[in-house]
């Protein structure tokens, strides 16, 4: 048995599947992280967690797919093309959010 191993009580396999997976869930955009550690470590329901990030329950249920769908994937040692995608949406999200700040969207906390 390794140092890593006796410390932990994980196998070196285990020990990187770990750290890909942290690794995609620290890729992800914020508002999906916050959603998906908000449902599994504080352990609250959908439309609680809705209202504490003051977005719909669909998102959240969209949000946290993704989020599952990201860590698989890592988890396995593939990339996720969302990841690509986000990239090629950046230039659009950014303009929308500018917009959404200027109508003084309720969601983005400005009013």
């Given at each position: 048995?390794?140092?890593s191993?006796?410390?932990?009580?994980?196998?070196?396999?285990?020990?990187?599947?770990?750290?890909r997976?942290?690794?995609?869930?620290?890729g992800?955009p914020?508002?999906?992280?916050?959603?998906?550690?908000?449902h599994?470590?504080?352990?609250?329901?959908?439309?609680?967690v809705?209202?504490?990030?003051?977005?719909?329950?669909?998102?959240?249920?969209?949000?946290i797919?993704?989020?599952?769908?990201v860590?698989?994937?890592?988890?396995?040692?593939?990339?996720?093309?969302?990841?690509?995608?986000r990239?090629?949406?950046r230039?659009?999200?950014?303009?929308?959010m500018?917009?959404?700040?200027?109508l003084?969207?309720?969601?983005l906390?400005l009013?």
């Open positions: 048995m390794l140092a191993e006796r410390q932990t009580g994980l196998t070196v396999a285990e020990q990187e599947q770990l750290r997976m942290t690794a995609g869930l620290d992800l914020r508002l999906t992280r916050v959603v998906f550690l908000i599994r470590l504080d352990g609250l329901p959908y439309d609680d809705a209202w504490r990030c003051a977005i719909g329950i669909d998102e959240v249920t969209l949000r797919a993704d989020a599952l769908y860590i698989d994937r890592a988890a396995d040692g593939r990339a996720s093309p969302a990841v690509h995608v990239r090629r949406l230039l659009w999200r950014e303009a929308w500018r917009r959404r700040k200027q003084g969207d309720r969601r906390g009013r």
